[in-house]
């Protein structure tokens, strides 16, 4: 029995990557691309003039809507559409943003096309796309709604303001200096997170704090 297609839509602002990406997804019958668009501002006026997509590949970097209002406001106004960051940026600044914004995960666009597709699937079946950054221990972190032990219970004042402040965009040095503790202890609070939920970066780190509601992003 052929498995459903998945409508998404390709929000980017390079003309010869988002047709290059259309003319390449075409050939797997898993994806159908309803709609395209050069921005947000766009795609705000096409999404209504098309079936609706479940997965939206959104670029961060655009011009007159980028990529986390547009994220913002799909979240918003379509709560159910899942939306994949397609972005040049490995650094935690700006994931971590998509991620506040509403992202439910990140590619990056140097990826292979079925490395994209294969996100794209789990993405909608699951809500989140967590890449190598982050480990199966996180995901299925997020998926258990109910934990028996809450995760606030088992760290300290000092790891919970360290997390809070991890979703910002303060160095790790800055921190130390915000929580008048020296870098060395931030090191040590950094690399006992990682080991206690089995993390690998800063990056995976917030998003685990978002998912389990450990950190107010009103804060952030």
């Not at 971590?96 to 990056?108: D, F, Q, T």
């Not at 699937?121 to 480990?135: A, E, R």
């Not at 997390?163 to 040590?188: F, G, R, V, W």
Request: aromatic letters at 8%; glycine letters at 4%; charged letters at 25%.
């Amino acid at each position: 029995m052929d498995q459903k297609s998945i409508p998404i839509a390709i929000i980017d602002d390079h003309t010869l990557f988002r047709q290059g990406l259309i003319s390449l997804l075409s050939e797997f019958p898993e994806v159908n691309i309803v709609f395209d668009a050069a921005n947000g501002a766009e795609m705000k006026e096409k999404i209504d003039l098309h079936p609706l997509p479940e997965v939206i590949l959104m670029d961060i970097s655009m011009p007159v809507l980028d990529g986390y209002e547009a994220t913002s406001w799909l979240k918003q106004q379509y709560p159910d559409i899942k939306i994949l960051a397609l972005s040049m940026f490995e650094e935690d600044k700006p994931i971590i943003k998509m991620l506040k914004s509403g992202a439910g995960g990140y590619l990056l666009k140097e990826s292979k096309t079925s490395d994209l597709v294969n996100a794209v699937k789990i993405i909608n079946q699951q809500g989140y796309y967590l890449n190598d950054l982050v480990s199966g221990k996180l995901l299925r972190s997020i998926q258990n709604e109910h934990l028996s032990n809450p995760l606030s219970t088992q760290l300290s004042a000092n790891e919970m303001k360290f997390l809070q402040l991890c979703c910002s965009e303060l160095t790790y040095k800055e921190i130390a200096d915000q929580m008048n503790l020296s870098p060395h202890t931030i090191d040590n609070y950094r690399q006992e997170l990682f080991q206690k939920f089995d993390l690998k970066s800063r990056t995976g780190l917030v998003l685990f704090a978002i998912k389990q509601e450990l950190i107010d992003l009103s804060q952030c």
